[in-house]
């Protein structure tokens, strides 16, 4: 007769093992310890066999059956479930140990951040912050979950490709120097093997500008190149330009020949006339609120001069646009800041701040491909470029004075 359960828990251990059949097979063994063990007796090549299928109560009388029933089909099929089952839990011991693995491998941010923490000390705080925030917007979204041994060359220049993509190519220089740093120090604890980036050409990016003169994106020495601007004691002229540079994206002569009739304090911008534009069409400059007040400081000299910054021998000429370089020379920053490189450090930040690339590129009066579409649209993308020229300044003021700065968008805009 087939088992019940009632049948089974009744049953007692003797002093020897036993066995009651169920059917089709199915028996279960009662132990002198009273553990009751699910078996299947089946013949397998010609020989009798029998497979474990498991314990009572875990498994009850109707799974068993199944369980049989499993079994049995697999005989049929030539397979011996016996064989089957230690093939199955190999496997899963082995992929048990592969993940247990994998969870102990070292990722690349795993590996930042211990070479961050281990130089951090010796850094600056704004030094420290500026390679973090760099990292973790560039290499980190791409490396960053990768077990260090599977990154190859080709997931460098991944990571590099993108952010050449966006132009920022200050900021792919940068990235790629840091991200062979990192390997350096995994190799040399014992982290890694090698350095995916050692090896890697420099020809299959794209070069710099020719005219991507010397400038500075550093958050801890562009906070020093601010400070020492403000406290400049050339000429009057001079000095306001260089304060004003930071802030308007201008080329050093079309800043330093502003004329008072191209600026508007009541619509808070300047407008550069077509024939004093690199690119032969007007410019329009929005001005922040920080840019309006060197503006309105220069305003004494007004009724003296059409210019807005005059030449300090005579006002009837402006400044020279490279009065602006050499005073950055005479401030200690010769080989490392141009006026026209202010332009390279605005392009490079407000990418890594995540605004439109179309709107850093109109207020950077970069020529379009459709030469009539510029010359209707000099206002194109207006508020925009007002709001994003507000929030720069901002920016740059927060990194002179050493304040926290919160980046504006986290996946672009």
Same mark, same amino acid.
Request: positive net charge.
């Given at each position: 007769m087939p088992l019940t359960d009632t049948a089974i828990r009744k049953m007692k251990p003797e002093a020897k093992r036993y066995r009651k059949?169920?059917?089709?097979?199915?028996?279960?063994?009662?132990?002198?310890?009273?553990?009751?063990?699910?078996?299947?007796?089946?013949?397998?090549? @010609?020989?009798?066999?029998?497979?474990?299928?498991? /314990?009572? #109560?875990?498994?009850?009388?109707? &799974?068993?059956?199944?369980?049989?029933?499993?079994?049995?089909g697999q005989v049929q099929q030539g397979i011996n479930p016996t064989e089957y089952k230690k093939t199955k839990i190999a496997q899963q011991q082995a992929e048990l140990e592969?993940?247990?693995?994998?969870?102990?491998?070292?990722?690349?941010?795993?590996?930042?951040?211990?070479?961050?923490a281990h130089n951090a000390e010796n850094w600056t705080y704004d030094y420290a912050k500026d390679i973090r925030e760099r990292v973790e917007a560039h290499l980190i979204p791409v490396l960053g979950n990768q077990p260090l041994e599977e990154?190859?060359?080709k997931d460098i220049i991944n990571a590099l490709k993108q952010i050449e993509a966006k132009g920022i190519m200050e900021t792919m220089k940068r990235s790629r120097q840091?991200?062979?740093?990192?390997?350096?120090?995994?190799?040399?604890? @014992?982290?890694?093997?090698?350095?995916?980036?050692? /090896?890697? #050409?420099?020809?299959?990016?794209? &070069?710099?500008?020719?005219?991507?003169?010397?400038?500075?994106?550093?958050?801890?020495?562009?906070?020093q190149l601010l400070r020492a601007i403000d406290?400049?004691?050339?000429?009057?002229s001079t000095a306001t330009a260089l304060k004003l540079?930071?802030?308007?994206?201008?080329?050093?002569?079309?800043?330093?020949?502003?004329?008072?009739?191209?600026?508007?304090?009541?619509?808070?911008?300047?407008?550069?006339?077509?024939?004093?534009?690199?690119?032969?069409?007007?410019?329009?400059?929005?001005?922040?609120k920080q840019a309006k007040a060197l503006i309105e400081s220069m305003q004494i000299f007004q009724q003296q001069s059409e210019y807005l910054?005059?030449?300090?021998?005579?006002?009837?000429?402006?400044?020279?646009?490279?009065?602006?370089?050499?005073?950055?020379?005479?401030?200690?920053?010769?080989?490392?800041?141009?006026?026209h490189g202010f332009r390279h450090t605005a392009s490079t930040l407000l990418n890594e701040m995540g605004f439109n690339s179309d709107h850093i590129e109109k207020q950077l009066a970069h020529e379009q491909g459709n030469k009539i579409r510029g010359t209707y649209n000099k206002a194109e993308y207006i508020q925009e470029r007002a709001k994003m020229m507000q929030a720069y300044s901002d920016h740059l003021?927060?990194?002179?004075?050493?304040?926290?700065?919160?980046?504006?968008?986290?996946?672009?805009?």
């Open positions: 059949t169920d059917s089709d097979g199915l028996i279960i063994e009662v132990t002198p310890n009273n553990k009751k063990i699910w078996r299947y007796r089946y013949q397998f090549a @010609g020989k009798s066999a029998i497979f474990t299928i498991g /314990d009572y #109560p875990a498994i009850p009388l109707a &799974k068993a059956r199944e369980l049989r029933d499993e079994a049995k592969h993940q247990q693995a994998q969870a102990n491998r070292m990722t690349f941010t795993q590996l930042f951040d211990l070479w961050h990154i190859k060359p840091y991200a062979s740093r990192i390997f350096r120090y995994g190799v040399g604890m @014992g982290h890694c093997e090698t350095d995916p980036v050692r /090896d890697l #050409p420099t020809d299959i990016f794209k &070069k710099q500008d020719k005219d991507n003169f010397n400038h500075i994106t550093d958050r801890g020495e562009l906070s406290t400049y004691l050339g000429d009057i540079a930071p802030l308007v994206f201008l080329r050093p002569n079309e800043l330093a020949g502003l004329r008072w009739d191209e600026i508007d304090l009541e619509q808070n911008r300047i407008t550069i006339t077509a024939e004093r534009m690199k690119m032969k069409r007007a410019h329009v400059v929005p001005l922040s910054f005059p030449s300090p021998r005579t006002p009837a000429r402006p400044i020279n646009g490279q009065s602006l370089n050499a005073g950055l020379h005479r401030m200690g920053f010769k080989g490392k800041q141009t006026a003021e927060a990194i002179k004075t050493g304040a926290e700065i919160i980046p504006m968008f986290k996946n672009g805009a």
